[in-house]
């Protein structure tokens, strides 16, 4: 089920070519979307919102045509705008519903709705304050309220933690992962903050020079072949490292404490009383166990190598 | 490089930073805190726009307030976005420069060479009013480093820059670092930060809360219950097996994930010597085991929580 | 999908415990094509509930209760002290009344429409509006709706109550049959200011990011363009360019609207038929030209409505 899609679409400012050809399927749920700088992404969201009027190509939000229904689209679509904005003059409650009955909701409603949704953004306490007033992470979360009054079923979220402080960040980001599971609400989260994406997305699409480069499931996308496995020290350790070499196992990389170990294939066949899943994976902690008791090295952690979004990220640009 | 002897610094009534004593080192030492903390009056002080109230504060052996002698050695990449928007890249660098006292072609060649280290020479001939927010934050950087200062003080460096730039500036913090430079970084990207440096100094309420070295902080605050989660294919035998452990408080499975295990302990540093010992010879299979609270993140977490 | 279900139905029944975080909307939804509607009530709302409006608002009534008032004592009083006031029309008074009525009205219109764009420029408000189903022309209608409104209160509602006082007191002295079409060309006069004033300060404001810039900015206009046109009709009047000396006055921003005022209730100045000294340069000898006035009424307005278009763009919604 895709909730947006494109085929064949093309923008231009005027005789500028901003995307080209772009054919792509919005699925439901959370996605990134990701690219570097002038990658398109900017022109899609504003194609998606049906500010734009493609050139060519055709597509649709919601089941509604770009182009044609773009008030219907914005209807049933939120934004959370990357800048920090609201309207001035009025206290959260009194924005919120406003931005609310600006969607078509009757007064009564958006009023009874901003209420609801300001509790659920932890800003209930606050509601009655004169949004100017408020800090930077409430800012952030009155920008997500207003984008969630009238019961969107696609939310796009600019650069959602934006200027927020490792607290803020947490909260918000859990906010949205909360508001994307479950909840019926489609997300688009673009971001330069690769594990932002990660904590709340489950698929991701990556442009590049307007066209798209890399799409699908985060998870599927930070597998690694082979057997491979990530590796925390407690402190860096020489010795854990040669020891590893003379096991026969392949030192990939190493940052500080965290290294990256290449396991030859054929390896230890997994013991005979596995019950259920991790059965093919090999017996890792054995071989790394042992590894560090000869060095003397304590293990802090260690799982099957998964790439970081950021390398995915950084591969499908190349 | 960075010295601040019980330094405070109030406005009015209202704590900027409160009887603050640190050495900052060369290398790379990140500042961190929640907004608010004062980490925005500790970069202030030592870039020698604010005095302190009481206290000291010495960079390169000076007192940096009004002080040109320390102006000269020191790089400031500030926060707030403030540009001659009419300007070139070029320009705006080459103004600044001028103001540091650079002229003729030692000038030139150092808005050059500013430009190429912050990867703005295809761009510096553009208006800044154009510039899109990573442009202007290299910008920003480009004028920082271009009287090539012994002490660079960079505050929330990397906003606004797309991941491939975030690379490619923390890689160049790194280079500057290790050619023997005083970096403070302030930033809220924890893991970006955890990547660059171990040293870090954490602000909260106007307080230094912990300075030094990040493992070493780690480690102190290891006496606080510790989450460790495993992954086993038989994870209620694992669970009962480290029950036994004195140290353990709790063992739990994830009623989503039935190979998840999650512990609580006392005393992570025992619990983390014992580990290998008890799945070698309770022939465990375990495919993968971390803390959550093994991270940056946690640390920051559990101090600026803690007070 | 009526919203009043009767009782019995009224869906299926609770769960014990009920799921208080985020749920969706599902209530109706109003087809967006009254935004404009929402932007303008939300506008009166704000300018109502500030204190300024109705300090205003009460100067703006003194001009059309000072006749009142002077009608009424002339109408019990014996002596017949006030009966200069006789000399002046009914429609004199109406257009003394909204001369001095205009001062307010101006006044008034910076208190509403100064930060009308330009405090939404500041807090970035357009990424709000218009990220909801509002186009710009919405956007703006509904902002220059606002304005008017507020404004068109405060300039036809006095004059309506005045006008109403004497219909009900002074039919039989004739003030119906003085001019019969008086209601109309009062109609007209008082909606006429609102209008310039909504659409020439929407554009202003619209180039600013600070109201208390784009305020400053109008008064500058306001005020400059007054002085400017007096300096030019007194040197044409010195050269004995009598007429285009009258005309030269009124073309300024408050000048426009007196002129075009004298021209629909077709009068001249007056001081509600109290003597005024001939030297004051109030004291005209013929309206002035109406062409000029109604070029310069509709070109404000137009260039108004132009800069405001111009600056207000949609697409900077999403920024890259």
């Known amino acids: ?318 | 490089m960075i010295l601040l002897d019980h330094a405070s610094r109030w406005y009015g009534q209202v704590m900027g930073l409160n009887d603050v004593s640190c050495v900052v080192p060369a290398g790379i030492t990140a500042l961190l805190g929640p907004n608010g903390a004062g980490k925005s009056t500790f970069m202030k002080l030592v870039s020698g726009q604010l005095r302190p109230t009481t206290g000291k504060v010495a960079v390169l052996g000076e007192r940096p307030f009004a002080n040109g002698r320390v102006f000269r050695r020191l790089g400031y990449c500030p926060e707030v976005d403030s540009f001659y928007e009419e300007m070139t890249g070029r320009e705006f660098v080459t103004l600044l420069a001028t103001l540091g006292g650079f002229r003729g072609d030692a000038l030139r060649q150092a808005v050059q060479h500013s430009l190429e280290q912050v990867g703005m020479l295809p761009n510096a001939d553009r208006r800044i009013g154009g510039y899109s927010k990573g442009m202007r934050q290299r910008i920003k950087m480009a004028q920082a480093l271009v009287h090539d200062p012994e002490v660079l003080l960079l505050d929330e460096p990397f906003n606004g820059l797309d991941p491939v730039g975030r690379r490619e500036m923390t890689d160049l913090v790194r280079s500057l670092a290790e050619s023997g430079k005083c970096v403070l970084v302030s930033s809220h990207i924890l893991y970006e930060v955890e990547h660059m440096t171990r040293s870090i100094l954490l602000i909260h309420r106007g307080r230094l809360l912990a300075q030094g070295d990040l493992y070493h902080i780690r480690g102190l605050i290891d006496r606080h219950p510790h989450r460790i989660a495993l992954r086993s294919n038989t994870p209620r035998e694992l669970g009962r097996a480290l029950l036994g452990l004195e140290h353990v408080v709790s063992a739990r499975l994830d009623d989503r994930d039935p190979c998840r295990l999650e512990v609580q302990t006392r005393d992570p540093e025992s619990f983390y010597s014992t580990l290998p010992a008890l799945v070698l010879d309770g022939g465990f299979h375990v495919t993968e085991f971390e803390s959550p609270d093994n991270n940056l993140e946690a640390v920051f977490r559990y101090l600026t929580e803690q007070s | 999908m009526s919203s009043i279900r009767p009782l019995e139905s009224a869906g299926p029944a609770p769960a014990p415990i009920a799921d208080t975080s985020y749920r969706n909307y599902d209530g109706p939804l109003r087809p967006p094509r009254f935004g404009w509607w929402i932007v303008a009530r939300m506008m009166t709302r704000l300018a109502w509930k500030r204190k300024g409006f109705w300090v205003l608002l009460f100067f703006s009534l003194m001009p059309y209760l000072l006749p009142a008032f002077l009608l009424y004592i002339r109408s019990q009083d014996q002596t017949r002290l006030l009966d200069m006031l006789a000399q002046r029309s009914f429609s004199g008074i109406f257009y003394d009344a909204f001369a001095g009525a205009q001062l307010w009205i101006f006044l008034l219109a910076l208190l509403v429409g100064a930060a009308s764009i330009s405090g939404d420029n500041r807090a970035n408000a357009l990424q709000i509006y218009l990220s909801k189903p509002l186009t710009k022309n919405s956007y703006l209608l509904g902002k220059w709706t606002g304005i008017f409104g507020v404004l068109a209160a405060a300039s036809l509602l006095p004059a309506a109550l005045l006008y109403l006082y004497c219909w009900g007191s002074f039919t039989d002295e004739g003030f119906l049959s003085e001019n019969p079409y008086l209601w109309l060309q009062v109609l007209t006069a008082t909606l006429l200011p609102p209008a310039l004033h909504a659409s020439f300060l929407l554009g202003v404001s619209a180039w600013f990011k600070r109201p208390l810039l784009a305020g400053g900015i109008y008064a500058g206009i306001y005020f400059g363009s007054q002085i400017l046109a007096g300096i030019v009709s007194l040197i044409l009047r010195r050269v004995g360019q009598d007429e285009a000396s009258v005309t030269a006055l009124h073309c300024s921003v408050p000048g426009v609207l007196r002129g075009l005022g004298q021209h629909l209730v077709d009068t001249l100045p007056g001081f509600y038929g109290l003597p005024i000294r001939a030297a004051n340069p109030m004291s005209q000898s013929a309206k002035p030209e109406l062409l000029p006035l109604v070029l310069l009424c509709v070109g404000l307005v137009v260039l108004g409505l132009v800069l405001a278009r111009v600056r207000v763009r949609a697409v900077e919604v999403v920024r890259g």
Do not use: W
């Open chain 1, 1 to 318: 089920m895709s909730i947006a899609s494109l085929h064949n679409l093309t923008v231009r400012y005027g005789r500028r070519t901003a995307v080209s050809d772009l054919s792509v399927e919005i699925p439901e749920g959370a996605v990134g979307l990701l690219g570097p700088n002038g990658a398109g992404k900017t022109t899609l969201l504003k194609t998606l919102m049906g500010f734009i009027r493609p050139a060519s190509g055709s597509g649709e939000v919601l089941g509604l045509r770009l182009g044609r229904e773009g008030l219907r689209i914005r209807q049933r679509v939120g934004l959370m705008p990357e800048l920090d904005c609201h309207i001035p003059g009025m206290n959260a409650v009194s924005f919120v519903s406003f931005a609310g009955e600006l969607c078509g909701m009757p007064s009564a409603q958006a009023l009874r709705r901003a209420h609801e949704v300001l509790e659920y953004c932890g800003l209930g306490e606050a509601r009655y304050r004169d949004v100017e007033t408020y800090s930077q992470g409430m800012r952030q979360r009155i920008k997500l309220a207003q984008a969630l009054v009238h019961g969107p079923s696609l939310v796009f979220l600019d650069e959602p933690t934006n200027g927020l402080d490792p607290e803020g960040r947490d909260q918000m980001l859990a906010l949205v992962r909360d508001v994307s599971h479950g909840k019926g609400v489609n997300v688009v989260v673009s971001s330069h903050l690769l594990p932002d994406i990660e904590r709340t997305c489950d698929r991701v699409i990556v442009m590049k020079g307007g066209a798209v480069v890399a799409e699908g499931e985060i998870a599927a996308l930070r597998e690694v072949a082979g057997s491979q496995v990530d590796v925390e020290l407690r402190e860096p350790s020489e010795g854990f490292l040669a020891a590893c070499r003379v096991r026969g196992l392949a030192v990939l990389s190493v940052t500080g404490p965290r290294i990256r170990l290449g396991f030859p294939e054929p390896l230890a066949v997994p013991q005979a009383r596995e019950v259920s899943t991790p059965a093919s994976s090999p017996d890792f902690a054995r071989v790394l166990f042992s590894v560090a008791r000869e060095a003397g090295a304590q293990v802090r952690g260690f799982h099957p190598a998964r790439r970081s979004l950021e390398d995915v990220f950084l591969e499908a640009l190349e």
